[in-house]
C-alpha cells in the first residue's frame, strides 16, 4: 500500500500563488507518472498536470503558463506551483500516482484532496 499525503491548499486571492505538495510513503518499489487532478462544485474531476518518471510535463490548456508541476524522486514528492490564481482555479485538489509493484503489477493511488479557493 501507499499513501499520498497533500498539503499547501488555502485561500487566496486572485493573481496569487501556492504550492502544492504531495508526499508518498509506504511499500514503494516505483513510481510512475504522478499528476495532480482538480474537481470543482458540480463539475467532473479534471487533469491538471502530469509529470512521467523521467520528468516529462503536461498540462490542461487553461492552466499552461500559470502551474507548472514538478517531482523530487528521492523524497517521491511531486509539487504544483500555481501562480497567477484565478477563481476558476477553485477547486479540492488531489495527487495522484502510478506505481509499479515488485511482482510487476500496476497501481493506482488517490491522495485525500486539498482545498484551493481563489477569491476575485
Known amino acids: 500500500q501507499v499513501q499520498l499525503v497533500e498539503s499547501g491548499g488555502g485561500l487566496v486571492q486572485a493573481g496569487g500563488s501556492l504550492r502544492l505538495s504531495c508526499a508518498a510513503s509506504?511499500?514503494?518499489?516505483?513510481?510512475?507518472?504522478m499528476g495532480w487532478y482538480r474537481q470543482a462544485p458540480g463539475k467532473q474531476r479534471e487533469l491538471v498536470a502530469g509529470i512521467s518518471s523521467g520528468g516529462s510535463t503536461n498540462y490542461v490548456n487553461s492552466v499552461k503558463g500559470r502551474f507548472t508541476i514538478s517531482r523530487d524522486n528521492a523524497k517521491n514528492t511531486v509539487y504544483l506551483q500555481m501562480n497567477s490564481l484565478k477563481p476558476e482555479d477553485t477547486a479540492v485538489y488531489y495527487c495522484?500516482?502510478?506505481?509499479?509493484?515488485?511482482?510487476?503489477?500496476?497501481?493506482?493511488?488517490w491522495g485525500q484532496g486539498t482545498q484551493v479557493t481563489v477569491s476575485s
Open positions: 509506504g511499500s514503494i518499489f516505483r513510481i510512475n507518472a
Open positions: 495522484n500516482a502510478a506505481t509499479t509493484d515488485v511482482a510487476g503489477l500496476f497501481y493506482n493511488y
